[in-house]
């Protein structure tokens, strides 16, 4: 006569090995995603220097295109005539970085922290720089042309001679910012604050100024030509001899064809 076993528990069986690839993968699945990044390899296109400390380095002149560079540190660092095109600075660390003449076309800086970098005559057309902080960094004569800086905050920067033309402004911070003879022709500028900024002789044809805040700001000989100014707050701005020629006026009126100075 056979016993059997009360309350047996049947044995798990082993897993096969296709069962086994799919239990690891899912585990694997689970795991951040971690890109390796190689702090020492010298500069070189597509290099990745995610989160590195390169601080002070002296890149001048270095081939980084479509580097990986979130999140580096690269205060104080010399990338003078450096190419950076489509490189991904996102969230970097790039405070008194001197990036005069460097090419940075299509590059991504978003939340980067630029504080007093400085990229005269440098090349950031089509560059993305939303909420990067630029703050008295000096960018006059740079090509930013169709950048994108939503809420970037550049207050006292220097613009002057800057090419904006077509740029996305809007919410950014220019208080006291330098743009004397600056392109800013069919910029986005939509709600930002421009606060006693000085746009002495700038272009501003077709610009989007609708809610931006202008107190006190010196469009001296600018050309406002069809710019938009609705909801604009002007007080103490200065338009001696601006070109008014069909601009939407803060009260949404539009200026006659013509205007000087003063919307008629």
């Not at 076993?5 to 689970?30: D, E, I, K, T, Y």
């Not at 995610?50 to 979130?70: H, M, P």
């Not at 005559?121 to 630029?134: E, K, Q, T, Y």
């Not at 610009?207 to 050309?223: Q, S």
């Amino acid at each position: 006569m056979r016993t059997v076993a009360l309350n047996a528990r049947p044995q798990p069986q082993p897993l096969s090995q296709r069962a086994r690839g799919v239990f690891c993968l899912l585990v694997l699945l689970q795991l951040p995603l971690v890109a390796w990044a190689a702090c020492d390899d010298p500069p070189a296109r597509r290099v990745n220097w995610l989160r590195c400390d390169k601080q002070g380095a002296d890149l001048q002149g270095a081939d980084l295109r479509e580097a990986i560079l979130e999140q580096v540190n690269l205060s104080n660092a010399k990338l003078a005539g450096a190419r950076l095109s489509g490189a991904d600075l996102g969230g970097a660390m790039l405070s008194h970085a001197d990036f005069s003449g460097a090419a940075l076309a299509g590059a991504r800086l978003v939340s980067a922290n630029l504080d007093h970098a400085v990229f005269a005559g440098a090349n950031l057309s089509g560059a993305r720089l939303d909420r990067a902080v630029l703050t008295q960094a000096n960018l006059s004569g740079a090509d930013l042309s169709g950048a994108r800086l939503y809420q970037a905050n550049l207050g006292g920067a220097n613009l002057s001679g800057a090419n904006l033309s077509k740029a996305h402004l809007a919410q950014a911070d220019l208080t006291n910012a330098q743009l004397p003879n600056a392109n800013l022709s069919g910029a986005a500028l939509s709600r930002a604050v421009l606060e006693n900024a000085v746009l002495t002789g700038a272009n501003l044809h077709g610009a989007k100024l609708d809610g931006a805040n202008l107190l006190g700001v010196d469009f001296t000989g600018a050309d406002l030509s069809e710019a938009a100014l609705a909801e604009a707050r002007i007080d103490n701005a200065r338009f001696t001899d601006a070109k008014l020629d069909s601009a939407i006026w803060v009260g949404r009126k539009r200026c006659s064809p013509g205007s000087v100075g003063e919307c008629r």
